[in-house]
T-cell receptor, first 116, second 113 residues
């Protein structure tokens, strides 16, 4: 299975600022995903990021707030813009491992963001 | 619309006891079903998956799950729980071909020594 790393692992940020989270995969993958896990909550899909195309955002998430880049098949970034305390969450990236032959996703360790 | 329900928010079992975590789903076709585990401060680790075929699937760490179409369930089981199994467990359903997962709200497992 793919090995996924994220940077930073955690950060404390002031409201109004922006943070860019990086996701690196050790193999080429077609589809990458970004999720948010709010405190005590389950995971919610933010967007799907495919290389060479614009990210596809889920209902309730917009590009101006969560711009995503996908410059190649092993890397993606998610920016949380103009942060407020409500953005305090764990942000996880995942990849769909097509080599495994099915719709299974593997997750990175997450980025724990606290906005003060 | 797809949905996943995990009725138990918290479960406490004694070490060595058996475990069953419940998961019910709503989906129009045969779903792809998954169980993930999240240890404190960690990402999600895939325990097992069901796509088709044998309805009893084996996973890592001694876990198994049974797909019951008639009950729209995919319950996770383990015959003997270890203290290291204490974590949060998430059931998820995927719509084949769209790669979108819907996660349940999770069940937090506590293991008593």
């Amino acid at each position: 299975s793919a090995v996924i790393s994220q940077k930073p692992s955690r950060d404390i940020c002031q409201r109004g600022t922006s943070l860019t989270i990086q996701c690196q995969v050790d193999s080429q993958v077609t589809m990458m995903f970004w999720y948010r896990q709010q405190p005590g909550q389950s995971l919610t899909l933010i967007a799907t990021a495919n290389q060479g195309s614009e990210a596809t955002y889920e209902s309730g998430f917009v590009i101006d707030k969560f711009p995503i880049s996908r410059p190649n098949l092993t890397f993606s970034t998610l920016t949380v813009s103009n942060m407020s305390p409500e953005d305090s969450s764990i942000y996880l990236c995942s990849v769909e491992d097509s080599l495994a032959g099915g719709d299974e996703q593997y997750f990175g360790p997450g980025t724990r963001l606290t906005v003060t | 619309a797809q949905s996943v329900t995990q009725p138990d928010i918290h479960i406490t079992v004694s070490e060595g006891a058996s475990l069953e975590l419940r998961c019910n789903y709503s989906y129009g076709a045969t779903p792809y079903l998954f169980w993930y585990v999240q240890s404190p401060g960690q990402g999600l680790q895939l325990l097992l998956k069901y796509f088709s075929g044998d309805t009893l699937v084996q996973g890592i760490k001694g876990f198994e799950a049974e797909f019951k179409r008639s009950q729209s369930s995919f319950n996770l089981r383990k015959p003997s729980v270890h203290w290291s199994d204490a974590a949060e467990y998430f059931c998820a359903v995927g719509a084949g071909g769209t790669y979108k997962y819907i996660f349940g709200t999770g069940t937090r497992l506590k293991v008593l020594a």
